[in-house]
């Protein structure tokens, strides 16, 4: 198994705690990450753990995002993806808010986000694939089993099936 990176924040928690780490080499300079090309995202308001990624900003204003709203019984936090500097990458917005969930809607943005490949988890939050907003809104089997997809995740604690 390849050793695993320590973000800042856990080497300042250690440092903190007076732990020294040792750290392997790099036998080559690592490239400098294409900061063009790591997709950003703008956080909508919200609280919880839930964080829900759409495809604009319009997605998560509309009558389905609201009813998703009341499905889970809080207020996730929605984004999307942001082209300017006031965006925040993935990565960050996880391991700053805490996220333990992370739900992203349609394949296009597992593509645009993580270049086709859905990891299972990120940092410490879960990844949940689930239907394109607008497969929701046209199909009743979609809107059925994105129900079924929020209870098997978690997502929504107390799940009845027989509705």
């Known amino acids: ?10 080497q300042a928690y250690l440092d903190a705690m007076d732990i020294g780490v040792w750290h ?10 294409d900061t063009g090309c790591v997709p950003r995202l703008k956080l909508g308001p919200g609280n919880g753990g839930v964080l829900l990624i759409c495809a604009e900003d319009t997605d998560s204003a509309s009558r389905l995002a609201n009813d ?30 805490l996220f333990t ?3 992203i809607f349609g394949d296009d943005l597992v593509a645009q986000l993580f270049n ?31 129900w079924e997809t929020f ?3 978690g997502m929504v604690s107390v799940c009845d099936h027989t509705a």
């Open 1 to 10: 198994m390849p050793p695993t990176r320590i973000t800042t924040r856990q």
């Open 24 to 33: 392997l080499r790099e036998s080559a300079p690592a490239a400098a990450p």
């Open 68 to 97: 998703i709203n009341r499905a889970l019984g809080n207020v996730p936090v929605w984004a999307w993806p942001h082209v300017d500097t006031g965006g925040v990458e993935l990565n960050n917005a996880v391991e700053e808010s």
């Open 101 to 103: 969930t992370v739900a």
């Open 116 to 146: 086709g490949e859905l990891p299972v988890s990120l940092n410490a939050a879960k990844i949940v694939l689930l239907p394109a907003m607008q497969d929701i809104l046209d199909q009743a089997d979609i809107r059925r089993g994105l």
């Open 151 to 153: 209870c098997r995740s």
